[in-house]
């Protein structure tokens, strides 16, 4: 064989490896114990197949699908124990499903492998990873209960310029442990989007028969604020409606919204990213920066609650 062709396949040879292969390895490698308790979480991929995998080696998935991968170690600690016990608590309800969890942020992200390769460069994917194993190693088995009971763990991205919400303020469950406490978060501002709507496409996205040519001042009047201070009810035109539905329809990242009208547009200023209740892992990372542990992290976004290790 031609020296050069041979040089070529041995580089293309090890790009594979290096990219396709190598990582895969470093799943086998890092399993945690658990792995032998026979605990498995049934993962509906988004091809349909529902996969087990180990509890904690879905866990790494799920913090690097979650949580930025440059956090500090005891946010990513934190953000570990919210999802174990986010997972467990959900097999552990009685359901008729065929799966436990799925990929996507309808219960827990989660990216395998080769998603975190690609995304993190194959550099930055071994010192990645290492760090997010760590942290979920280091808090292996911990949960966290209220009252002798796992807790819903939600959490969310930023709570922006405002506290975190209380639960039955956006899913009209009260919770003991999810209240409104401080968001931990150093930069208020640190998410702040622009979306500008016109007459039509605003009124249609929301449901409306009859469009007008154009905004008038009044046409959106707010009733009602959460405790928090974010929008809970509102008046659009002739129609009442939630906050978290307006946030739904119009693909707002959370319900922290001023706006400004424009004769036949209207501009939406939002604030934070995410429903707001639980922990906020900006909030999180923000703390641990601080100095607070990934416990008193957790006591922070949970009030009341105990840390317990199950296994």
């Known amino acids: ?15 594979i490896f290096l990219v396709g292969i190598l990582p895969y390895s470093l799943t086998k490698i890092f399993r945690t114990g658990y792995k032998k308790q026979g605990l498995q ?37 934190a953000q570990a124990v919210a999802a174990r016990t986010y997972v467990l608590k959900r097999m552990g309800d009685k359901t008729e499903n065929i799966f436990d969890v799925d990929t996507t942020e309808k219960t827990q992200a989660w990216s395998s492998n080769r998603e975190l390769s ?4 194959l550099v930055n994917y071994f010192n990645y990873h290492r760090k997010i194993v760590k942290a979920v190693e280091e808090t292996e088995g911990k949960i966290i209960t ?19 919400e209380r639960a039955s303020d956006v899913w009209r469950a009260e919770t003991g442990y999810l209240i409104n406490v401080p968001s931990g978060e150093e930069t208020p501002l640190r998410f702040v989007k622009h979306q500008i709507f016109d007459v039509n496409t605003f009124y249609k996205l929301l449901g409306f028969s009859t469009l007008p040519s154009q905004f008038k001042e009044n046409d959106l009047i707010v009733i009602d604020r959460t ?10 035109r002739d129609q009442v409606f939630l906050g978290t539905d307006v946030r739904a329809k119009l693909q707002l990242p959370s319900t922290d919204f001023e706006w400004k009208i424009h004769n ?8 934070g990213k995410g429903h707001g209740v639980g922990m906020s892992q900006y909030g999180a990372n923000d703390l641990a920066k601080a100095g607070q542990t990934y416990s ?16």
Request: aromatic residues 10%; charged residues 25%; proline residues 4%.
């Open 146 to 164: 209220y009252n002798g009971q796992k807790i819903d763990a939600v959490y969310h991205s930023s709570s922006g310029r405002k506290g975190t």
């Open 227 to 236: 405790k928090g201070g974010r929008v809970k009810t509102l008046a659009i």
């Open 1 to 15: 064989m031609n020296p050069k062709i041979k040089k070529i396949t041995a580089t293309v040879l090890a790009v």
């Open 264 to 271: 036949k547009k209207i501009e939406f200023i939002i604030y």
């Open 296 to 311: 008193q992290i957790l006591a922070h976004f949970y009030p009341d609650t105990k840390l317990e290790k199950v296994y």
């Open 118 to 121: 690609r995304k993190w460069g």
């Open 41 to 77: 979480v049934r993962v509906a991929m988004l091809n349909g197949r529902v996969k087990n995998i180990p509890l904690e080696e879905y866990l790494i998935g799920v913090v690097a699908a979650e949580m930025p991968a440059e956090f500090e170690i005891e946010a990513l600690k």
